[in-house]
């Protein structure tokens, strides 16, 4: 039955493909793969980007078919922190675009070259960076401000129906930007210090978003505003716990993309 079929399929295949049958299954792989922006803070989780959280993004991209591009802020850090005492590091000052090339492995953008024309969608992973240097949030709390290229980014891609990824604290900045956001940080309440950021969640309600409890595996899709967040680090829990619900974020990101 399929042999006698045979002929009429492959004519039926050249006349949907008029280059022929090489035509026909060259277009299908010339389905364009996402491309995805990540925007880092810096590196390092107490003043810059968490490179865990950054490395799980990539790793998942990566896994997703993306095409990735980093960027970060020309701009200086708010400090430097001794990651081995906890503590400034007084005398040192450092650039956040140049701390973010070592994630970057050198191959990344100063955010003001970032537009929402050559990209799909936008992630920003967590760490203290986006709390002290996409943002005053660290310190002035639902009062803070936001770097003014990161508060365009959101803006623009918010414009333009294109999803946005965020993890950790980074909800924050989306909190703040996009009025009536859906985001999560995980819990509510601190939970025996399995949750020790809890509080973050009253600041993101009095910021005029929606917080959504979450477990750490798992990832709130704001369907309206195209904005993905998961927990990650505000969890104290074991690190693939973490790089699951990453997973779940950059899974959700590339899927509204509708590559």
Known sequence: MLTSRGPALCTALRRAAPGGLASFHSS?????????????????????????????VLVHLSRGGAEVQMYAPDVPQMHVIDHSKG???????????????????????????????????????????????LSTFAVDGKDCKVNREVERVLKDFHK????IGLCCISPVLAAKVLSGAEVTVGHEEEEGGKWPYAGTA?????????????DVTEAHVDTKNKVVTTPAFMCETALHHIFDGIGAMVKNVLKLTGK
Do not use: M
Not at 103 to 117: F, M, V, Y
């Open 87 to 133: 503590q400034p590091a007084e005398a040192e000052s450092r650039n956040v675009l140049v701390e973010s090339a070592r994630i970057a492995r050198g191959k990344i953008s100063s955010l003001a070259k970032l537009t929402t024309a050559e990209h799909d969608a936008v992630i920003f992973p967590g760490g203290f960076g986006a709390a002290k240097n």
């Open 202 to 214: 009253g600041a993101i309600k009095e910021l005029g978003a929606k917080h959504c409890v979450k």
């Open 160 to 163: 333009a129906g294109k999803p």
């Open 28 to 56: 299908a792989r010339r389905c364009r793969a996402a491309r995805v922006a990540v925007v880092l803070s810096g590196c390092g989780v107490y003043d810059g980007t968490e490179i865990h959280e950054a490395s799980a």
